[in-house]
C-alpha cells in the first residue's frame, strides 16, 4: 500500500486514504494558526477569554473543510488559512453565546467548563462580540495572493452565513421550538440548515472562492456542504442520545431532558442513520467530477456519519 501521509494518492498508486493523518496534521496546522492569530494583549481579561473558547479544542471541521476545499480547487493552504481561522472564531462565538445562561445555561463545553462559568456572563458576551468582530478582520486583513474581488465576496458570504440569514436566524428559531416536542420537520430542518448547515456551507463555498472555483463547481460543492451540513445534525442528535459526557465533551441527553424535537424523536435513531447515510452518499455524487483529487472531502464526508464525538 501506498502511504499517502494525508495527501490524496496520486492517481493510479492507490486509492486508500489515510484521513486520521490527514485530520491530525491539519489540526495541528489549524491549531498553530490559531494561537498565533490572537496574541494575549491589553487588557488581557478579554484576550484571555477569547482564547480560552478559541484555544480549547475541538476537532476543526470547519477550517479544514475550508483548506481542503481551497486546495481541491487548485489553491494553497496559505490562501485560506485566515478564513479557516475566522470560521473557527466564528463557530467559537456561537457556542459561547449558545452556553449562557439566556440561552442553553450549559456548563461544558469541549471537556471544560464553559467560557461564561469561568469569566462571568458580561465578559463571555464580549469575548463573543470581540471573536466575531475579530473573524472579519482577520479575513480582510490577513488573506495574502488572492484578488481583491475574491476576498470580498468571502466577507460577504461570512456575514450572511452568521446574521440572520443563517446561524441567528436558526437560533432564533430553535430557541421558539423550545419546549414543543411536536414540531413538524420543515420546521427542524429550517433549524438545522441555518443554524448549523448555513456556517459548514460557507466554510466550503469560502475555500472554493479563495481558490478560484468556477461557477459549476461552487454549484456542485454548496450542495456537498448542505447535504453534510444536514447529516452533519442528525447524528449530533442521534449521539446526544448514545453518547457519553465524556465522548461528547459536552453535557449529554440534554435533547431528551428539554423535550426538544430532534430528527430521532420525529423518525427513531435507525431512520435517522438511513437517511444520515443517504445525505452523505448524496454529498459524495456531487464531487464525482473532481476525481481523486477530492479524497480528503470524501473521506470528511463518510467520517461524518461514523464519528463518536
Ligand atoms: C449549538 O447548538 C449552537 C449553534 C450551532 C449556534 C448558535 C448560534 C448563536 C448563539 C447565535 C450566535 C450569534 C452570532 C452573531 C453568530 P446546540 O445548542 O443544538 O448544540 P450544543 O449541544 O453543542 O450546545
Ligand atoms: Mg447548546
Redesign the pocket.
Known sequence: MVATEGRPAPKGESLTFDLSTYLKQRQAQVEAALDRSLPLTYPEKIYEAMRYSLLAGGKRLRPILCLATCELVGGTLEMAMPTACALEM??T????????PA??N?DY?RGKLTNHKVYGDDIAILA?DGL?AYAFEYVATQTQNVPAHQVLQVVARLGRA??AA???G??VV?LESEGNSDIQEETLTFIHTH??GA?LEACVVCGGILGGVTDEEIERLSRYAKNIGLAF?IV?DIL?ITATQEE?G??AG??LLAQ?ATYPSLWGIEASKTKAQQLIDAAKAELELFGEKAQPLLAIADFITTRTH
Open positions: 466564528i463557530h462565538m456561537s457556542l459561547i453565546h449558545d452556553d449562557l440561552m442553553d450549559d463545553r463573543g466575531l452568521v446574521g443563517g446561524l441567528v436558526g437560533q430553535d443554524k448549523t456556517l445534525q449530533d446526544d461528547l459536552k453535557t440534554k435533547d426538544k
